[in-house]
């Protein structure tokens, strides 16, 4: 059974930085797709980022393109999202997920696992 644990969350002030990870249990990172969403207060969960299984593609939604990169480290089976010049509206629980489909994956519902997810907290 896949669990994905999500750590690296916290509280920031605007134009900081954070980096959060996603340790993938029960199967090799490899063979999984992966990506990130988020969810804030009185909001649908939203797409931000997703990587291919052995990282040769990435795509992003438009908000934090040029400011969040994701990556992975499927020897450690870990995925990552490198978070730059946070805004407050970049505040939400930040959930990992991934998929046995193959490519990058954008549609949350083509995720078979779900991380517990992580808060993210950025004030102005």
């Known amino acids: 059974q896949v669990q994905l644990v999500e750590s690296g969350g916290g509280v920031v002030q605007d134009g900081d930085s954070l980096t959060l990870s996603c340790l993938i249990t029960?199967?090799?990172?490899?063979?999984?797709?992966a990506g990130w969403f988020r969810q804030a207060p009185g909001r649908e969960r939203e797409f931000v980022a997703a990587i291919s299984r052995a990282a040769h593609a990435a795509r992003y939604t438009d908000s934090v393109k040029s400011r969040f990169t994701i990556s992975r480290d499927n020897a450690k089976n870990k995925v990552y999202l490198q978070m730059n010049n946070l805004r407050p509206e970049d505040t939400a629980i930040y959930y990992c997920?991934?998929?046995?489909?193959?490519?990058?994956?954008?549609?949350?519902?083509?995720?078979?696992?779900w991380g517990q997810g992580t808060q993210v907290t950025v004030s102005s």
């Open positions: 997920a991934t998929t046995g489909n193959y490519g990058v994956v954008v549609n949350a519902d083509q995720y078979h696992f």
């Open positions: 029960g199967r090799s990172g490899s063979t999984l797709s």
